[in-house]
């Protein structure tokens, strides 16, 4: 995928209530302002990536793109989870994350178990692809530095902005 690695932020917005978090994996959405401008190279599926809450260190993530069946499945949702235990929800915050790479596609699963080892197992992948050097300097890029001072006090048009600026280096 081309546009690969792919930054972008926004606001922490309330999902679908799917009971990600009663699964012990919390998703963090984005809104439909962020979702829009995802370059139609990024296809749905689960993919790995690094991301900050406001200006929190940056962490490993792994992230599901699938369709929102709050617009009957025409629109994209993008799900952020975080590989970190947080003491408190984060709804209202700036989620900033890069997106480095594909794991797998979407798919449908016969029991909550085998959904929950999927999940388990995207994790693990992610930790250990983002050990490798070419994924490690993502983790210091100045898109995560820059945060607080430059996104969480502007709308988010403004934020957009800096996201097509990042992705243009
Ligand atoms: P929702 O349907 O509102 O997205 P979830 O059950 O998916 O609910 O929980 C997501 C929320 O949990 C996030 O918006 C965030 O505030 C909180 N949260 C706590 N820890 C994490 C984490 N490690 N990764 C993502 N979200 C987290
Ligand atoms: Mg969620």
Redesign the pocket.
């Known amino acids: 995928m081309k546009s690969l690695p792919y930054f972008c932020r926004g606001e922490?917005?309330?999902?679908?209530?799917?009971?990600?978090?009663?699964l012990g994996?919390?998703?963090?959405?984005f809104p439909d302002s962020v979702v829009d401008h995802l370059p139609a190279d990024i296809s749905t599926g689960i993919y790995y990536g690094w991301a900050c809450v406001g200006n929190s260190d940056v962490?490993k993530?792994v992230m599901s793109i699938g369709w929102n069946p709050y617009y009957k499945n025409t629109k994209k949702s993008m799900?952020?989870?975080?590989?970190?235990?947080?003491k408190?929800?984060?709804?209202g915050?700036i989620l900033s994350v890069v997106m480095v790479g594909y794991i797998r596609p979407e798919r449908t699963y016969d029991s909550l178990e085998a959904l929950i080892a999927a999940i388990n197992s995207d994790i693990e992948e992610a930790k250990v692809k983002l050990e490798l050097p070419e994924h490690l300097k993502l983790k210091d890029d100045n898109f995560f530095t820059s945060t607080a001072s430059s996104s969480s006090v502007l709308p988010s048009t403004t934020a957009s902005t800096s996201q097509t600026i990042m992705n243009g280096h």
């Open positions: 922490v917005i309330r999902g679908f209530g799917r009971g990600s978090k009663e994996i919390p998703t963090a959405n962490y993530m799900e952020t989870h975080v590989i970190h235990t947080f408190e929800d984060f709804y915050e």
